[in-house]
T-cell receptor, first 111, second 112 residues
Framework: SQQGEEDPQALSIQEGENATMNCSYK?????LQWYRQNSGRGLVHLIL?????REKHSGRLRVTLDTSKKSSSLLITASRAADTASYFC???????????FGSGTKLNVKP | DGGITQSPKYLFRKEGQNVTLSCEQN?????MYWYRQDPGQGLRLIYY???????QKGDIAEGYSVSREKKESFPLTVTSAQKNPTAFYLC???????????FGEGSRLTVL
C-alpha cells in the first residue's frame, strides 16, 4: 500500500508566487523526502527531513513535518518557470531502505 | 561523472517476449532499486537489493525478475508473465541507510 499521498494533484501559479504542496502518510516513519521529476525524466532528490525534525530549509525550499498529523508540506518560494515539474514525497518505514512514494503534485509555473 | 545509467531509453516489445532493462551505477552504492511508474501515478517498488547476490521482492514483483551479480549492476527482466508491462521503469541506488535515492533517466517500455 502507498504511504504518501500528495495534495493537490495539480497546481498552477504565476511566476514569482509561492507554491505549497502537502503530503500525508499512514504509519510511523524514519524520514520523509521530497523529489522532483521533470516530464519523462528520472527523479531528483530535493530534501530529506528526519522524524525528529520539524522544519528544514534548502535555498528556496522549505519543508515542514508534523508527525502528530502524519503530514509534511513543501513550500517553494518565488517560483520560476523552471520549477515546472511533478513533486513527490517519499517515506521510509521499518525497513530503512524501502521507500514509498506518493502519486505526486504536478506544478505548472506560468511565466 | 558518477551516476546511474539505464538502457535502453525506449523499448518496444511484442506480447509474449521477455525483455531485459539495464541499470549500471558507478556511485559505489550498496542498495539498488527498480520502480515502475504509470502515467499520472507515483512509483511502485518492483525489487530491491541491499547487497550483491541478494534481493527482495517489492510490492509488484509478479512477472519480473532481477539479478545482482555485481555491485554496479542490477538488471530487470520483464517476463511474458507480466500482464500489463507498458510503463516507465526507473532504477535507483542509495548508500546503505543514507536515505537519499539517486535515479537513472528511466526506460520506457511499450508492448505492441
Amino acid at each position: 500500500s502507498q504511504q504518501g499521498e500528495e495534495d493537490p494533484q495539480a497546481l498552477s501559479i504565476q511566476e514569482g508566487e509561492n507554491a505549497t504542496m502537502n503530503c500525508s502518510y499512514k504509519t510511523s516513519i524514519n524520514n520523509l523526502q521530497w523529489y522532483r521529476q521533470n516530464s519523462g525524466r528520472g527523479l531528483v532528490h530535493l530534501i530529506l527531513i528526519r522524524s525528529n525534525e520539524r522544519e528544514k530549509h534548502s535555498g528556496r525550499l522549505r519543508v515542514t513535518l508534523d508527525t502528530s498529523k502524519k503530514s509534511s508540506s513543501l513550500l517553494i518560494t518565488a517560483s520560476r518557470a523552471a520549477d515546472t515539474a511533478s513533486y513527490f514525497c517519499a517515506t521510509t518505514v521499518d525497513n530503512f531502505n524501502k521507500f514509498y512514494f506518493g502519486s505526486g503534485t504536478k506544478l505548472n509555473v506560468k511565466p | 561523472d558518477g551516476g546511474i545509467t539505464q538502457s535502453p531509453k525506449y523499448l518496444f516489445r511484442k506480447e509474449g517476449q521477455n525483455v531485459t532493462l539495464s541499470c549500471e551505477q558507478n556511485l559505489n552504492h550498496d542498495a539498488m532499486y527498480w520502480y515502475r511508474q504509470d502515467p499520472g501515478q507515483g512509483l511502485r517498488l518492483i525489487y530491491y537489493s541491499q547487497i550483491v547476490n541478494d534481493f527482495q521482492k517489492g510490492d509488484i514483483a509478479e512477472g519480473y525478475s532481477v539479478s545482482r551479480e555485481k555491485k554496479e549492476s542490477f538488471p530487470l527482466t520483464v517476463t511474458s508473465a507480466q500482464k500489463n508491462p507498458t510503463a516507465f521503469y526507473l532504477c535507483a541506488s542509495s548508500i546503505q541507510e543514507a536515505g537519499e535515492l539517486f535515479f537513472g533517466e528511466g526506460s520506457r517500455l511499450t508492448v505492441l
